[in-house]
């Protein structure tokens, strides 16, 4: 392959998000979108999203040697893709698969002032993603490979996470650390319909980190609990009834499934992390395998650091993005946590998804320099709090 090799690869899902300026309406988005009548709005932003872009291009921004893996197709959307990608480093766009004769993927981000966005969605190329796609020669020097939104990428869910666990059990017997993340998928949809505990009890055998959210966790494990929170509180407040026991619950059982690590991001409560007591696990996580000593049997979870809140686009990629910066310069599970929200908290300052990422060490010299943490917290009944340097950390893994 051309150019250097890269420390991280970062794979799955990409898109093509276009934004029109939609101005607010007295009638709200029902009197707008009325079958024959013209709404005017205003100019259109164009910018990548999803894993590959979201993760990737904030890890490079953080300074991190990252390539990039996502496929699209031979059409418009696909060129402009590459194009943004290439306005950060021509050198990203090189393992980029390009389909021939397939669509793009995209979503039209319809968000008019004061109501929730409505999201439409085209997965296009996504869908097509396979194992094959993934050539040995593209993992070449790397020492982790993150993998992004499966729930939106057809062929990595049907036949139960055939084509995943291929993917995964490849990359993972190349030795390489493997992380994985989600997306929640349309309940309505096949994805939705998925039977999402038999894909991941067979595909995180193969994953030393997982990484995926409270609520896309929940849906997946807990249906009928998920459910219920979603009728008696909503999607916006269903994370303030999470609390010690359910987080555990739900990590005790990824980690039987087969992960070394899980953490659960938590939104505006920060990221909770559980780590297998297993030290031949945790040895087993391969390039970037942590030191057992400081990893093993460990559950923590650190509080957002408080910012103006400007957009959370792309804010839990960008806390994987810390967390995986973390892990690969060996650091310990606290400054790897510390890291994670950091840079998460500096993503939400602005209101795209990666151009409020900083450098690492002006995320470091941040933290250090008394960066005052969120008041919001989860019940955490038996939990007792430490100083990490300054920063609040929550543990709850018998160290005192």
Known sequence: MNGQSADIVVAGHICLDVIPAVPGHSGGVGAMLVPGKLTEIGPALLSVGGA??????????????????????????????????????????????VAQGEHSSYTIVISPPGVDRIFLHATGANDTFCAADVRLETLEGARLFH?????????????????????LAGVKSKGLTV??????????????????????ARSLP????????????????????YDRLMRQHGAENMLAVADGPLLSSLAEELLGMGAAVVGL??????????STSDGKRLAAMGACAPAAADWAG????????????????GAGDCTIAGFIGGLTQGLSIEQTLLGAVGVGACNVEQ??????????????????????????ALSLPGW?????????????????
């Open 52 to 97: 590959v872009a979201n993760t990737g291009l904030a890890l490079h921004r953080l300074g991190f040697s990252v390539r990039l893996m996502g496929k699209v197709g031979d059409d418009r959307f696909g060129q402009t893709i590459l194009e943004e990608l290439s306005g950060y480093a021509g050198r990203l766009t090189e393992t980029m698969i």
């Open 147 to 167: 993998f992004g939104y499966p729930p939106l990428m057809r062929g990595m869910y049907e036949r139960d996470g055939e084509e995943l666990v291929r993917l």
């Open 206 to 225: 193969n994953v030393d980190v997982f990484l995926p959210s409270f609520e896309e966790i929940l849906y997946m494990l807990r249906p009928g609990l």
């Open 265 to 274: 991001k938590l939104g505006e409560y920060g990221l909770y992390v559980r």
């Open 351 to 376: 209101a795209d998804a990666v151009s409020g990422v900083p450098g690492w060490n002006d995320v470091l010299e941040r933290m250090a320099a008394g960066w005052e943490q969120s008041g919001a």
């Open 179 to 200: 992380s994985l993340d989600l997306a929640k998928p349309d309940p309505d949809s096949a994805a939705g319909r998925a039977d999402w505990q038999a894909i991941l």
């Open 298 to 313: 460990r559950e923590l979870l650190v509080p957002c650091f408080k910012v103006k809140a400007v957009g959370t686009t």
């Open 384 to 400: 007792s709090v430490t100083d990490g340097n300054g920063s609040r950390i929550y543990r709850n893994d018998g160290r005192g």
